[in-house]
């Protein structure tokens, strides 16, 4: 059984900065790809960022593109977001999330549909 647990979030104040992790436990392969979503209070859960099982390609949302970074240690199974220049929209529970990359997934990774696995989220509030 596959576990994801995210930690890193908290509250910080416009500009500030902070980095998610996400531990995953239980997968049998190194072929997982790894997401980042958010929900905000009232919103749909979207889209923030996305890596492939090797590292190799990134992906974010034009919202948080040029302020966010995602990054893995294989080493450890960790996912990491490091999330600079925070504003108040970027507050949101995060919830990290994995499945296994097949030629699907690169057009369908902005979507929840490619992931089997989700985290319960860490919450990040931004104060103005």
């Known amino acids: 059984q596959v576990q994801l647990l995210e930690s890193g979030g908290g509250l910080v104040q416009t500009g500030g900065s902070l980095r998610l992790s996400c531990v995953a436990s239980g997968r049998t392969s190194n072929k997982y790809a790894t997401a980042w979503f958010r929900q905000g209070p009232g919103r749909e859960r979207e889209f923030v960022s996305a890596i492939t099982w090797n590292g190799a390609n990134k992906y974010y949302a034009d919202s948080v593109k040029g302020r966010f970074t995602i990054s893995r240690d294989d080493a450890k199974d960790v996912v990491y977001l490091q999330m600079n220049s925070l504003k108040p929209e970027d507050t949101a529970v995060y919830y990290c999330?994995?499945?296994?990359?097949?030629?699907?997934?690169?057009?369908?990774?902005?979507?929840?549909?490619?992931?089997?696995?989700w985290g319960q989220g860490t919450q990040v509030t931004v104060s103005s």
């Open positions: 999330t994995t499945g296994l990359q097949t030629l699907d997934w690169y057009s369908y990774y902005r979507r929840r549909d490619p992931y089997d696995y």
